[in-house]
């Protein structure tokens, strides 16, 4: 189940209290399943329980019957497809009065605009994985339906952005923060915590990542300067004999030789008397120095 039908499953789950949003509802579902345009009388979906909304909705705010058909998605393969069709135009036309005249009316309560959005979503809006990506659209297919949906997230502070994609007229949401909040007033409070709980992990994962990748540059610094150094006393030792270096750079010389890795800090730790990491750091450059000098 992707996660998308998630979480149309859990706003189909949702029956509105009031009768201002079940009409508002009504309304979302059948203007973007198309049922309420000239010449369409059938939606058809992959989601059962968009289909069982759809079809319990027409009848419960219309008062009419639409049929909700299963039938396969090919002739061999598996799956259903749930179709729900107007059976005739005196139905059809009952279905259309219930709104007829009060339209604008019917967006006017907040609580009535997230019931709307909410059957929208459900008919004609997908939602991106958040693990993939941040992006909830709605196919509103005219531009007159695009902008009743652009105005009713604008109403209620959702920013959308639109686009023609081959005539369907796309209204979509990038802003992670609008998604959780459209998700959010829909009624889907799970899958909008997904997309938080995503977010989050996400979050970890970039900092710990750049923090791995901070930590292996210090390392490479520490080793790139400590093979530097070792290549230096190596020198000294090697052109001049032990005594090239004087008696209080011994201990450092000896320190560094065997611990290519430890850093400025852990070098002066472990010193028998324990000196300051600018004094280590000024002890290992004047044995850099040294070997300099011929
Ligand atoms: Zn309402």
């Not at 279905?95 to 005249?101: E, N, P, T, V």
């Not at 995503?198 to 520490?222: E, H, Y």
């Amino acid at each position: 189940m992707t996660y998308s039908s998630m979480a149309k499953s859990e706003l189909c789950r949702i029956r509105p209290e009031n009768d201002c949003c079940r009409l508002a509802e009504a309304y979302g579902l059948l203007l973007y399943a198309k049922l309420l345009s000239e010449g369409h009388d059938t939606y058809t979906t992959d989601h059962q329980e968009v289909a069982r909304l759809l079809g319990e909705t027409a009848a419960a705010v219309c008062g009419i019957y639409a049929d909700v058909l299963t039938v396969p998605k090919s002739t061999k393969g598996s799956g259903y497809r749930y179709v729900v069709k107007i059976p005739n135009a005196e139905q059809k036309k009952l279905m259309c009065a219930a709104f007829a005249g009060h339209t604008g009316g019917i967006l006017e309560k907040e609580c009535c605009v997230n019931a709307f959005l909410r059957g929208a979503f459900a008919v004609c809006g997908t939602v991106t994985d958040p693990m993939k990506d941040y992006h909830l659209e709605f196919l509103a297919g005219s531009p007159r339906r695009r902008d009743i949906l652009a105005g009713a997230m604008k109403r209620v502070g959702i920013r959308a952005h639109e686009l023609n994609r081959n005539e369907r007229w796309v209204v979509y949401v990038k802003d992670v923060d609008d998604i959780m909040a459209l998700m959010t007033r829909m009624g889907a409070p799970y899958a909008a915590g997904h997309v938080a709980q995503t977010r989050a992990v996400k979050g970890w994962r970039n900092s710990a990542n750049r923090r791995v990748n901070c930590d292996q540059a210090n390392i490479d610094r520490t080793v790139s300067a400590a093979e530097q150094q070792i290549a230096a006393i190596r020198r000294l030792m090697g052109e001049r004999g032990p005594d090239a270096i004087p008696p209080e750079l011994r201990e450092i010389a000896a320190l560094r030789l065997e611990n290519p890795e430890m850093s400025l800090r852990e070098l002066s730790e472990s010193l028998t008397e324990p000196i300051s990491r600018s004094g280590v750091n000024h002890r290992l450059k004047k044995l850099m120095e040294l070997a300099e000098q011929k």
